[in-house]
């Protein structure tokens, strides 16, 4: 089977693509190991709305779910042995990418529980318990970048465990969560873990940017508010890209680990669909297109970049400045970032919260049915 042109051209130019979804009809369908065939797929990223929607569908987790509850287990129980399942599975879908890319790529997320995103101790607990269970070394477990997750990702890092931080919306916040990754890479070299086995990615989310910053934009409603829209989120990812820069291009700080085998903590592209018809499909892929990046998507915008995506190269380095200018216009006509970012962090966790209970609440179904 031959690779997409489109993807293909994408992977040269230095961004790895992940796909955003994992079910088991994915799994068992050998559809998982198709899109790596045909559209340069090297890694995959879940969330609890990802989960959510794939066990509320079809019936691919029945037998397994039936089987659980006639042991008794409990929804909790349930939830993390069919979640892990499926991540591990993946894991084993991708483990020859992960060996044939000296495991930069080949790699599955895992996210913990969201109703643990401002406790730092049991957020770390949980971390430890999900990289046991799933037991594969291309696993990454994704954890917040909440002020309480900021701490456990360092010490889960400590430890050894690779990490998908999730949830960045600022590039403020993106800097404390790299400091929070070279914090747990000396941590890791103290403790005498092979620092060339932990891998990071910082998952900084594009189009929920524009979609609040524009919601803003059209109160305000004058021209140059106006002006603005749709320009926030990649000029925001380029600036984060420019503050990656900073720290793994020459840093004093990570120079010292990087002799020790550590590696970059690469920016992954998230929220990567768009919300808005108005703005190209393919935003969020041709205009962040960089090295040593991941770009994660949802298969409508995989199959989009495949069938019209123009790849021309590097979009992002060297437009800091311009980029910048972007979010100077934003302030001088009223928009409050600081606001921005706080309510994006918020409104992210809470959606995972709410997806989380509608998981559990669905399984209790399930269990409830299978124990009658």
Request: aromatic share 6%; proline share 3%.
């Amino acid at each position: 089977m031959a690779q997409n042109a489109n993807l293909t051209a994408l992977a040269a130019a230095g961004v790895s693509v992940w796909l955003d979804d994992l079910s088991r009809d994915r799994l068992q369908t050998g559809n998982l190991q198709e899109l790596i065939d045909t559209k340069s797929v090297v890694g995959v990223t879940t969330n609890p709305s990802i989960f959510q929607a794939a066990l509320s569908k079809g019936h691919a987790y029945d037998d397994q779910v039936n089987e659980l509850a006639a042991r008794g287990a409990d929804v909790d129980a349930t939830v993390r042995t069919v979640t892990t399942d499926d991540v591990r599975n993946a894991c084993d879908v991708l483990a020859k990418t992960y060996e044939a890319s000296d495991g930069v790529d080949g790699r599955v997320s895992i996210e913990v529980d969201p109703r643990l995103a401002h406790d730092t101790d049991k957020t770390i607990l949980q971390a430890i318990e999900l990289w046991k269970i799933v037991d594969r070394p291309n696993l990454l477990i994704k954890i917040p970048a909440t002020e309480a997750g900021l701490p456990a990702i360092t010490a889960v890092l400590a430890e050894g465990i690779s990490v998908n931080v999730t949830l960045i919306f600022s590039v403020e916040r993106h800097r404390a969560v790299m400091d929070a990754y070279l914090a747990g890479l000396e941590k890791a070299r103290e403790a005498g873990h092979d620092l060339a086995r932990i891998h990071s990615v910082a998952s900084f989310f594009v189009s929920r940017v524009d979609t609040e910053i524009d919601n803003r934009l059209e109160k305000i409603g004058s021209p140059e508010a106006l002006a603005l829209r749709g320009k926030a989120g990649v000029a925001n990812a380029r600036l984060a890209y420019g503050a990656y820069e900073d720290v793994f291009l020459g840093g004093e700080r990570f120079t010292a680990l990087q002799s020790a085998g550590a590696r970059v903590q690469r920016p992954l592209w998230a929220s990567t669909g768009v919300k808005n018809p108005d703005y190209s499909d393919t935003l969020y892929v041709t205009e962040l297109v960089a090295p040593n990046t991941v770009n994660t998507m949802p298969e409508k915008t995989l199959d989009a970049v495949a069938d019209h995506g123009v790849v021309t190269g590097d979009t992002v380095t060297g437009r800091a400045a311009e980029s910048q200018e972007v979010f100077d216009q934003l302030a001088a006509v009223g928009i409050d970032l600081t606001d921005v970012f706080l309510v994006l962090e918020n409104e992210g966790v809470e959606k995972f919260e709410k997806s989380w209970q509608e998981l559990l609440d669905a399984t209790q179904g399930q269990l409830d049915a299978a124990s009658k």
